[in-house]
């Protein structure tokens, strides 16, 4: 649901909830302090982010599981490897993994760390550039 989604979800809430009730006295009872309303906004969007996150970590989670059992259906990430050096398409490729072949646990998960810290920035981008 978008931001806009939500809020008419609430008002029609707000509507249903004050209907015998006139328009000037459900405006009297609310508190008139706009900083209160979008310190609330602001924490539903954090939760929405937080939520969000946690979903897709889930969905990479499912995903990597996956690609691990099909690698070792597959006989091992070795096999796999040497019977795709194989295949004349990946060829052109091969120079560009070389440079991985003696890299060390540490290197590793670096890159790994690196490469979600570049993922999360861009999430935060397209984010901020969506308000």
Request: glycine letters at 2%.
């Amino acid at each position: 649901m978008t931001n806009k989604q939500y809020l008419q979800a609430i008002q029609a809430i707000l509507l249903e909830l004050n209907q015998n009730r006139d328009k000037e006295e459900v405006l009297n009872s609310i508190n008139r302090n706009e900083s209160y309303f979008v310190n609330h906004l602001k924490q539903i969007k954090r939760l929405r982010l937080v939520q969000n996150s946690q979903l897709k970590k889930n969905r990479q989670l499912t995903v990597l599981e996956k690609l691990k059992a099909l690698v070792s259906s597959m006989g091992g990430i070795e096999d796999l490897i040497e019977r795709l050096k194989d295949e004349p398409k990946y060829n052109e490729l091969m120079p560009m993994f070389r440079k991985l072949e003696n890299i060390t646990e540490s290197d590793l998960e670096d890159i790994i760390i690196e490469s979600k810290i570049m993922y999360m920035l861009s999430e935060i981008d397209k984010h901020n550039s969506g308000n």
